[in-house]
């Protein structure tokens, strides 16, 4: 099992390696330049956040990319929703595949499910495909990150966390 996240860690940096990321870093911009390499469009939705939904999905169509976020977070958290969504189709997951309508029915509940299954096709991505994403994401992030200069003072891993998720001052 050692020998697999091995592998897994080796393709996922290499991918990260060749991104030509925006300096300095927003996701928006990445995702944009992602599109227009792609040749297709990617939109981005911003819905509230509830504990019954999930905080991210993409949903491919014919034409273009949708990528659907909890837009209520911290700036850090939302970023890296986006970038694991977008590292779904940076590793080609999108490939159409079965509808899985019920992630989307629970973020876009005022569609309904007839025009989710005629209309909206995404893939259900597997477990090494979800934790594929999430490395990339936080390869994405560890590398912007070591472009910048550490923050003034000590600071506590739990302050961090209270940051990445909007907690400051809990």
């Not at 019954?52 to 209520?72: E, K, M, N, W």
């Not at 939302?78 to 973020?107: C, S």
């Not at 299954?117 to 390869?139: D, F, S």
Request: a positive charge; one cysteine or more.
């Amino acid at each position: 099992m050692g020998e697999g996240r091995t592998g897994l860690w080796r393709r996922c940096q290499t991918v990260v390696d060749r991104l030509d990321l925006p300096d300095p870093f927003d996701a928006e911009a990445f995702i944009a330049v992602l599109a227009h390499k792609r040749g297709r469009p990617i939109e981005l939705l911003g819905v509230p956040a509830r504990p019954d939904r999930p905080c991210g999905l993409l949903v491919t169509t014919a034409r273009t990319d949708l990528i659907i976020y909890s837009a209520d977070t911290s700036a850090v958290h939302r970023q890296h929703i986006l970038l694991h969504e977008a590292a779904h189709l940076l590793r080609g997951h999108d490939a159409t595949g079965g509808a899985a309508t019920a992630g989307i029915g629970v973020l876009l509940p005022h569609l309904s499910p007839a025009l989710i299954r005629n209309v909206l096709g995404r893939t259900v991505y597997t477990e090494p495909q979800e934790r594929e994403a999430e490395l990339i994401a936080t390869l994405i992030h560890q590398r912007v990150a070591r472009g910048r200069p550490p923050t003034a003072g000590p600071r506590s891993p739990q302050s961090g966390i209270e940051t990445m998720f909007g907690l400051g001052g809990i």
